[in-house]
């Protein structure tokens, strides 16, 4: 279908990515966001591509999972990326970015491009003689769920969700709170809480007797933790050592005010448990709490988070949420292009589809935008090689078992294996990546410049 222009649906991570492809490829784009017009229960900003929950888009190094994801995306000219790299905070391996200014430099960049028409409105259906690309995310609204049901013939799917306080860098401890990163790999970025013992017990007893927040019916009835982001509370009722085996493990972490960690006299100085808060902004003035999302309420939030070592008199800007979010049967409803089996001029991108994570979504708005772009421009979509992060995790979210489909985020086991078994991890993963990244290359190559669609001009 040729078309002047294309519609886009909601402006998060990856709408934001689909607009900018499409407008860069030199194709109009109407984006349609409904805040502020319309609030939802996570966001606190009408800026486009706000983050939600953590600041966070994973590991930086290109060995593993999602930093493999972030350089494909560099290769492919990601407007999401590349804001995320101009705009990094420390964060040890990890890319963070400044949340604030984040999104407001890229709100502003849709806002100025020539071919993005931006609209502050709600659309409560989606158009079927139109080329669009549905990125209404996790929080897709009650009356466009309602039209995606009817549009699908089946009911979406849903899963809770939740983010994770945020707390004063002055109102931490020092004298406490140690910085450091895990076996001090890369910058000191995290902020860390140790626990002995008994402060880990006691802490651990009153997470499980915590008053949670009262779910709403619907809710309640479809309520289905992803356990990738499971709720403190729920990881603390799972065990007595769940928790040290998660996000408050203590290994590879020592305050150096301790001693040398390689000395034996020191051995016995090593934390029981460790909560860590990673920074959120660049100025280090806000931290965010790691591993904790939660659905306590927000009194015993204070309440609980507060026997936390070097927290008694944290300052929160930001509580944890819990929050419904909702995803489709990718595998029944979707191709490897993300467009719809039975409308190929409606595509879809983002966590609505079923990946998981700020970077995946932003993937998902690539490929959606860059394929609706051909479609306006009389080219055929493309999907991308299976040995790619991004090709794998579409290729995954599209013939998987419908029956038992759940949320995906990127990882080397969807990945095809290597034609020779490497039993060391590392190397087995650096052999992805390097593979990868050549198979990138040579599908762009393999696209004659008049079809080549990567929002490179």
């Not at 489909?405 to 052999?431: D, S, W």
Request: with cysteine; hydrophobic share 40%; charged share 20%.
């Amino acid at each position: 279908m040729i078309q002047d222009r294309v519609i886009v649906i909601g402006g998060g991570l990856a709408g934001t990515e689909a607009a900018w492809q499409i407008a860069q490829a030199g194709v109009a784009v109407t984006l349609y966001e409904m805040r502020p017009l319309k609030t939802s229960p996570a966001h606190h900003t009408e800026e486009l591509a706000e983050l939600v929950c953590s600041n966070s888009f994973g590991a930086k190094n290109s060995d593993r999972a999602a930093g493999l994801l972030h350089e494909e995306l560099r290769r492919l000219g990601s407007q999401i990326i590349a804001t995320a790299d101009q705009h990094s905070v420390p964060a040890g391996g990890a890319l963070a970015v400044d949340r604030a200014v984040f999104s407001r430099e890229l709100t502003r960049a849709l806002a100025s491009h020539p071919l993005v028409e931006f609209k502050r409105e709600e659309i409560s259906k989606i158009p079927r003689d139109q080329i669009v690309v549905l990125t209404t995310g996790p929080l897709t609204s009650p009356q466009l769920a309602e039209d995606l049901q009817q549009f699908t013939g089946m009911e979406y799917l849903s899963f809770f969700d939740a983010a994770s306080p945020i707390v004063v860098g002055e109102s931490i401890d020092r004298d406490v709170a140690f910085l450091a990163s895990r076996y001090d790999k890369g910058e000191a970025a995290y902020l860390n809480c140790p626990m002995n013992k008994e402060q880990y017990l006691q802490f651990q007893q009153e997470l499980c007797q915590a008053e949670q927040a009262e779910l709403k019916d619907f809710e309640r009835e479809s309520a289905k933790f992803f356990e990738g982001c499971l709720p403190i509370e729920e990881l603390a009722q799972r065990g007595e050592d769940t928790m040290r085996y998660g996000p408050l493990k203590p290994v590879g972490l020592f305050d150096s005010r301790w001693g040398d960690f390689r000395e034996p006299e020191n051995k016995d100085k090593r934390p029981y448990a460790v909560v860590q808060l990673r920074q959120e902004d660049k100025a280090g003035q806000l931290w965010n709490m790691v591993g904790f999302q939660t659905n306590l309420r927000w009194g015993e939030q204070k309440r609980v988070f507060r026997l936390i070592p070097g927290l008694e008199n944290a300052e929160f800007v930001r509580m944890g949420v819990m929050h419904r979010n909702t995803f489709i049967n990718a595998p029944q409803l979707l191709n490897p292009t993300l467009q719809f089996k039975h409308n190929n001029n409606i595509l879809a991108g983002g966590q609505l589809v079923g990946t998981e994570g700020y970077t995946a979504a932003a993937a998902g708005g690539w490929l959606a935008g860059t394929n609706a772009a051909r479609l306006a421009l009389g080219q055929e979509p493309q999907a991308m090689p299976k040995t790619t992060m991004m090709g794998a995790l579409f290729e995954f979210i599209s013939s998987a078992s419908p029956k038992h489909f759940q949320p995906m985020p990127p990882n080397f086991g969807i990945i095809p294996p290597l034609p020779t078994r490497v039993k060391h991890k590392q190397e087995r993963y650096a052999q992805y990546r390097d593979r990868s990244l050549a198979d990138l290359t040579t599908w762009k190559q393999s696209l004659t410049p008049e079809t080549l669609v990567v929002g490179q001009q």
